[in-house]
């Protein structure tokens, strides 16, 4: 019997997948059908508005293991942190 992915897992997964990208990018819209694909329950949920959503837990642990990450609003995606974002924040 194999052994079911952890939290941690999947926010490893999301990080490899960040790292494949040459500008170190990744676009919610891809990451979150990969995730329902792979791990199915346990990293995705549709929410109230009836859209694929990273469950919380999954999304919290990237948070942890990626300090280095921003949230991009405007692409829609996770990047690496410039020198032009606020040091002391999440979002760009």
Not at 73 to 90: F, G, L, P, T, Y
């Amino acid at each position: 019997m194999e052994n079911q992915p952890t939290v941690k897992d999947i926010a490893q997964f999301m990080i490899d997948e960040m790292n494949k990208d040459k500008n170190k990018y990744l676009y919610q819209e891809n990451i979150v059908m990969s995730l329902d694909e792979k791990f199915g329950k346990l990293a995705c949920y549709y929410n109230d508005n009836g859209n694929l959503a990273i469950s919380k837990k999954v999304l919290k642990m990237f948070k942890e293991l990626t300090p280095g990450v921003v949230w991009d609003r405007s692409e829609k995606a996770w990047r690496e942190r410039n020198k032009s974002d606020e040091q002391d924040k999440r979002q760009a």
